[in-house]
């Protein structure tokens, strides 16, 4: 009977623990009190010049540290008409690279989608990445799509899931260097989506990154790392934490540098 009741204490104590750290954990809390004040800044970012890309409206996506979505917006608007000038799929992408940010990302080291283009390749030693952990199919479509992009978005709120491993996902850090959750952003070109995440991030003052990939490369840009920069290399990129260009024809690269956070090799 003695040990018997040593077992339940001992089972009790765990159960309160647990509670106790799950209590702890950042919730969206964080991240919307960050993003309220400077909501009109966020706006303004997308379709900057140095972005590269289309210039087109664009997701934005917040989950927290278990990946449950936060909110989503769409810099053009919102509701049914939204997928008539910016693209539909976008929506869910954004949360998958949000998702993918979190899921990857350590309070240690941070890794961002576009670090995954490369080592997700043939012979890359993470091929088959984006095939774990998949979306949520049974929610993703849910509920009226005037409310797409909206507080009342049906995707608020849930754990949509998702691996995305291209430009556009960012883990987010507050000033004590802890990861409260990621940002995802898709609508316009990869690298696009990567340099308008990395702008919302500082904007939202969350971008004390720990360090990443990226702290050790070679050569040394012109300016200070945080960690998580893409890296669009120049020739093949498999099983590097590189990505490819995204210029083609008329539409160009972001520029590189701090604000963007974006490293552009030269050919060799």
Known sequence: ????????????????????????????DEIIAAYTPVAPVVFAVVGAPDNGGYGLPMWVAAVDETGKVCGIINTGGSGA???????????VISIQKAT???????????ISTANLYGLTQPGGSLFGLEHSNPVDASI?????????????????????????????????YNSQGIKVGAIGVSGDTSCTDHAVAWKIRHVL??????GGF????????SFAVLGDEMIIGSG?????????????????NPTPGAETGVIIELPV
């Open 140 to 172: 993703v479509y849910l509920g009226s799509p005037d409310t797409y992009g909206t507080g009342l978005d049906p995707l608020v709120g849930k754990r949509v899931g998702g691996i995305n491993v291209f430009g556009g996902g960012l883990g987010l």
């Open 1 to 28: 009977m003695k040990r018997i009741k040593k077992i339940a204490v001992n089972v009790l104590k765990a159960i309160v623990i647990s509670t106790a750290s799950q209590a702890a954990m950042a919730t969206c």
């Open 214 to 221: 990226v702290s050790g490369y070679t050569p040394v840009p």
């Open 81 to 91: 008409a939204i997928g008539n000038k910016s693209w539909l799929g976008s929506r």
């Open 100 to 110: 993918t940010a979190n899921a990857f990302s350590l309070d240690i080291f941070s």
């Open 236 to 252: 093949n990129v498999a099983n590097t934490y590189k990505q490819v260009s995204c210029a083609h024809n008329k539409i160009n």
């Open 205 to 210: 003052g969350m971008d004390h990154v720990p």
